[in-house]
């Protein structure tokens, strides 16, 4: 089979993880796939360019954290192929594996025997009068926000056509289940359980609104988002994954619904709630320890 090798921007770690990696897939008779933007390649590795990768490989390794897998979901997701995530970030919530489980969960994954778990996206699409509309994926996020500036927006929010309220914020956040523990949760938005046993749903969330009856809303992945400016404010920004970014003026239209094509992942023995006791310290008690 051919891997592919995402790896995060500080490459050390990686690289020392991807040259040990490399000598032992091709004595078990894989292809190790590298992109050229990443810089790295070992001897044996074929090289490609990342927009090339989906439809160069078989399945895609990710040596990083959150932020590399977010990358993976751009350049794999569309092609289905799936994603093995080794953490070598800081937080790790996507990628499910530790570095020294890299070749035994490489090895399941080459035989058939990890599951398969299949997380929405967002499809987002741009809007400026008198130009083509551009469209972005999200794995966790999309965000209208203020930029630079310390001030308040206002976006009129509208959901399949029908008026939902004027926000005056810092933002909004158009979050998936999976960006339901980033930034959405970050705001106090709802965690929404993603994967096969959770819910195909958009959270719209609030940054620091000015009201106190705006609340999260929790839509149907079937629906469609449109945000739009409520007044003329200039430095506004929309943002999708910190991945890519756009100038967001009076007149333009930003459009979210469930993408085509999840992002297909490899899941490790972890459940999601194992998870956010792991990582985010669900549900532990402040007053252990606590003298009484």
């Known amino acids: 089979m051919r891997v592919g090798f995402i790896l995060k921007p500080d490459k050390t770690e990686a690289g020392v993880l991807l040259e040990e990696l490399v000598p032992w897939l091709r004595d078990q008779g894989h292809v190790p796939v590298v992109t050229s933007e990443d810089q790295i390649a070992p001897e044996g590795t074929e090289v490609v360019p990342e927009v090339e990768l989906g439809d160069s490989v078989d399945l895609a390794v990710i040596l990083g954290g959150d932020g590399t897998m977010l990358r993976a979901s751009r350049l794999v997701a569309d092609q289905g192929r799936p994603v093995l995530?080794?953490?070598?970030?800081?937080?790790?919530?996507?990628?499910?594996f530790a570095p020294a489980e890299a070749k035994t969960a490489l090895a399941a994954a080459l035989a058939g025997k990890l599951p398969l778990a299949k997380r929405m996206r967002l499809a987002v699409t741009f809007k400026?009068?008198?130009?083509?509309?551009?469209?972005?994926?999200?794995?966790?996020?999309?965000?209208?926000?203020?930029?630079?500036?310390?001030?308040?927006?206002?976006?009129?929010?509208?959901?399949?056509?029908?008026?939902?309220?004027?926000?005056?914020?810092?933002?909004?956040?158009?979050?998936?289940?999976?960006?339901?523990?980033?930034?959405?949760?970050?705001?106090?938005?709802?965690?929404?359980?993603?994967?096969?046993?959770?819910?195909?749903?958009?959270?719209?969330?609030?940054?620091?609104?000015?009201?106190?009856?705006?609340?999260?809303?929790?839509?149907?992945?079937?629906?469609?988002?449109?945000?739009?400016?409520?007044?003329?404010?200039?430095?506004?920004?929309?943002?999708?994954d910190a991945q890519w970014g756009?100038?967001?003026?009076?007149?333009?239209?930003v459009e979210m619904t469930a993408a085509k094509s999840p992002l297909v992942m490899f899941e490790g023995e972890k459940?999601?709630?194992?998870?956010?006791?792991?990582?985010?310290?669900?549900?532990?008690?402040?007053?252990?320890?606590?003298k009484g």
Not at 85 to 96: D, E, I, P
Not at 246 to 253: A, E, I, K, P, R
Not at 284 to 290: E, I, K, N, V, W
């Open 85 to 96: 995530g080794v953490n070598l970030g800081q937080l790790g919530f996507l990628a499910g």
């Open 128 to 240: 400026r009068p008198g130009a083509a509309p551009v469209v972005r994926y999200a794995l966790n996020d999309a965000v209208l926000h203020q930029g630079a500036m310390a001030r308040l927006v206002e976006i009129d929010a509208f959901v399949d056509d029908e008026f939902i309220a004027s926000y005056r914020a810092d933002g909004l956040i158009i979050a998936t289940p999976t960006g339901s523990t980033a930034y959405n949760m970050a705001a106090g938005g709802p965690i929404v359980v993603p994967g096969s046993y959770g819910l195909s749903a958009m959270m719209l969330t609030p940054i620091c609104a000015h009201a106190l009856t705006n609340r999260p809303l929790v839509i149907g992945a079937a629906a469609t988002i449109r945000l739009q400016l409520g007044a003329d404010t200039r430095g506004v920004l929309i943002t999708v």
């Open 246 to 253: 756009h100038s967001f003026l009076s007149g333009d239209v």
């Open 271 to 290: 459940s999601f709630f194992d998870v956010m006791r792991d990582k985010l310290h669900w549900g532990a008690r402040s007053d252990r320890g606590a």
